[in-house]
């Protein structure tokens, strides 16, 4: 299984463009990549998935180059309600990271928004 | 319609206590799963029910840990007996193919 790798804390100012970058050396060919949000007290959420090139949806954006060794979200200017831990995670469709069905986690990457 | 239900929100119990943990997934969703985040450690897959079966439970850390899901419906994670390093937050999800996860709010599980 890919891991991933992540900034560990990122910071930025609401109306500002946030991107993430995931770095995941040893992804698969069927291997998808997938981002979820985790606000605190709240179980992680699905975001975006993608495969290769670009995916664009009403929350985020997700950047994929040609090689697939990394990706980034983006996050068109943040409000103070982005303020999160996003995690990256690769694997098979759905993020689900292995053909048994279990997820696998990274640290994550906390974003806090400033006004 | 309704999300995946966790109870309760927050437990606070004493070494040596017994713990159980409840899970209503989205009605209809076969697949149940159970996660765990230790304090400062990574979000840490437990185990796996396809409707009342134990698809995978290779990441239940030992046997004070029992996990049941009567009927393919809500399921319960029980802890007995407690101890200090299985504080942290329990998460609780389900998924139906060919839709993604849904995650629980969890319940955050404290032991003194």
């Known amino acids: 299984l890919a891991k991933t790798t992540q900034p560990i804390s990122m910071d930025s100012y609401e109306g500002q463009e946030v991107n993430i970058t995931c770095s995941h050396n040893?992804?698969?060919?069927?291997?998808?990549i997938t981002w979820y949000q985790q606000f605190p007290s709240q179980g992680p959420r699905f975001i975006i998935q993608?495969?290769?090139t670009k995916v664009t949806n009403e929350v985020a954006s997700l950047f994929i180059p040609a090689d697939r060794k990394s990706s980034t979200l983006s996050l068109p200017r943040v409000s103070l309600s982005d303020t999160a831990v996003y995690y990256c995670?690769?694997?098979?469709?759905?993020?689900?990271?292995?053909?048994?069905?279990?997820?696998?986690f990274g640290r994550g990457t906390q974003l806090t928004v400033w006004p | 319609e309704a999300g995946v239900t966790q109870f309760p929100s927050h437990s606070v119990i004493e070494k040596g206590q017994t713990v159980t943990l409840r899970c209503d997934p989205i009605?209809?969703?076969?697949?149940l799963y159970w996660y765990r985040r230790v304090m400062g450690k990574e979000i840490k897959f437990l185990l796996h029910?396809?409707?009342?079966?134990?698809?995978?439970e290779s990441g239940m850390p030992n046997n004070r840990f029992l996990a049941e899901r009567t009927g393919g419906t809500y399921s319960t994670l029980k802890v007995q007996p407690a101890e200090l390093e299985d504080s942290g937050v329990y998460f609780c999800?389900?998924?139906?193919?060919?839709?993604?996860?849904?995650f629980g709010s969890g319940t955050r599980l404290t032991v003194v």
């Open positions: 040893n992804i698969a060919t069927n291997d998808y």
């Open positions: 999800a389900s998924s139906q193919e060919p839709y993604g996860y849904t």
């Open positions: 995670l690769v694997g098979d469709s759905r993020g689900r990271g292995s053909t048994l069905g279990r997820l696998y």
């Open positions: 009605s209809g969703h076969d697949n």
């Open positions: 993608g495969y290769k």
């Open positions: 029910f396809v409707k009342e079966s134990k698809q995978d």
